[in-house]
């Protein structure tokens, strides 16, 4: 009568809100501040893999900082043979631990460049020295 809904009926509506937006038994009102979104690395499954086991796909990275020069670099094998090299050189404040990220993150991209439309076999082996990256 007065144009102001029913308090039980808005009550209702925001427990049904609530009850939709519950994920991975996390409970959260929409939208969610960036700040408290999962980071992607909580999602992905990284198994590290015994020596012994073959793939087709193989990507070797490695970062490194001495002083203030600071690098990142890869190779991809394919079926072992050489199929592409990277390196980079990046800015002098960036830290070891972002040089090996960048290294492997840039190996990925390219992987999918190379990878795109020539096999079907989408199992690669990431082969890294950066236990913190993988944790």
């Given at each position: 009568?007065?144009?102001?809904?029913?308090?039980?009926?808005?009550i209702?509506?925001?427990?049904?809100?609530?009850?939709?937006?519950?994920?991975?038994?996390?409970?959260?009102?929409?939208?969610?501040?960036?700040?408290?979104?999962?980071?992607?690395?909580?999602?992905?499954?990284?198994?590290?893999?015994?020596?012994?086991?073959?793939?087709?796909?193989?990507?070797?990275?490695?970062?490194?900082?001495?002083g203030d020069?600071v690098?990142?670099?890869?190779?991809?094998?394919?079926?072992?043979?050489l199929v592409?090299?990277?390196?980079?050189k990046?800015?002098g404040?960036?830290?070891n631990?972002?040089?090996?990220?960048?290294?492997?993150l840039k190996?990925?991209?390219k992987?999918?460049?190379?990878?795109d439309g020539q096999?079907?076999?989408?199992r690669?082996t990431?082969?890294?020295?950066s236990?913190i990256t993988?944790?």
């Amino acid at each position: 009568m007065a144009g102001v809904q029913p308090i039980q009926i808005t009550i209702e509506q925001k427990v049904q809100t609530h009850m939709a937006t519950k994920i991975n038994s996390l409970e959260y009102d929409a939208p969610l501040e960036v700040r408290y979104w999962r980071h992607p690395a909580e999602l992905a499954i990284i198994p590290e893999v015994e020596n012994g086991t073959m793939y087709t796909t193989e990507v070797y990275t490695d970062g490194s900082k001495i002083g203030d020069s600071v690098g990142a670099a890869g190779v991809i094998f394919v079926n072992g043979e050489l199929v592409h090299q990277l390196k980079f050189k990046l800015h002098g404040q960036c830290s070891n631990n972002q040089a090996e990220q960048i290294a492997i993150l840039k190996g990925l991209e390219k992987l999918e460049e190379i990878q795109d439309g020539q096999h079907n076999d989408k199992r690669v082996t990431v082969c890294t020295d950066s236990k913190i990256t993988l944790d």
